[in-house]
């Protein structure tokens, strides 16, 4: 089947085992494939980490080898739609776009005793009523708050990055936020810093 001239999707499937591309056309039908896993990286029991640059060359590598494979199929690319882990966390220096700290996968479990402080301090009704949420550290929170409280030096340079940013205009894409227990009320999202 000739490519030329037809319309493509390009789909990315960031997930926590790998990185997977897939080409489609319009009617959905599958053109070419591409994948490639990424390394998990155990630092304790418990807790999950992944390296961003792998993520990020590997996520480059799928999406070359499908233009490589189908170079015909690009020409006529619709769109790129993007998947990712949701809860899984990466910190990035704003200047270079370099990540910080490796992710902190979903599957983490390094912010458990926040969640308990937390729970503790009663704060869990607290954040249900608001984002119908339990805290978990399934969830972005517990994991920025450990970055706080034990990489002092990430904490510093994205604080020193927000100070120093205040005449600029800042765009956020907010509906992740309340999935993630930052804030509730989609519509009206003040953030709320429980964690």
């Known amino acids: ?28 039908n599958v053109l070419a494939r591409a994948a490639r896993e990424h390394k998990q990286i155990y630092p304790r029991p418990g807790w999950v980490e992944h390296n961003p640059e792998e993520i990020w060359e590997n996520t480059v590598y799928v999406s070359q080898e499908l233009k490589v494979t189908t170079p015909e199929a690009f020409k006529e690319l619709l769109c790129i739609s993007i998947t990712n882990q949701r809860e899984t966390v990466v ?62 030096e990430i904490y510093d340079a994205t604080k020193k990055w927000a100070g120093s ?19 509730h009320g989609f519509y009206e999202c003040e953030p709320d810093f429980v964690v």
Not at 109 to 127: H, P
Request: charged share 25%; with cysteine.
């Open 1 to 28: 089947m000739s490519l030329a001239g037809m319309k493509t999707i390009l789909a990315i499937d960031q997930s926590t085992s790998g990185t997977k591309a897939v080409l489609f056309d319009t009617q959905g």
């Open 91 to 152: 910190v990035f220096e704003r200047g270079t776009g370099r990540p910080l700290y490796n992710a902190l996968v979903w599957q983490c479990r390094r912010g458990q005793a926040i969640c308990e402080r937390l729970n503790q301090a009663g704060y869990s009704e607290i954040l249900r009523k608001k984002t119908g949420l339990a805290i978990d550290t399934y969830f972005s929170g517990p994991k920025l708050r450990w970055l706080i409280e034990n990489e002092r």
């Open 165 to 183: 940013n205040r005449d600029h205009r800042r765009v956020l894409d907010l509906s992740p936020y309340e999935r993630q227990g930052f804030c």
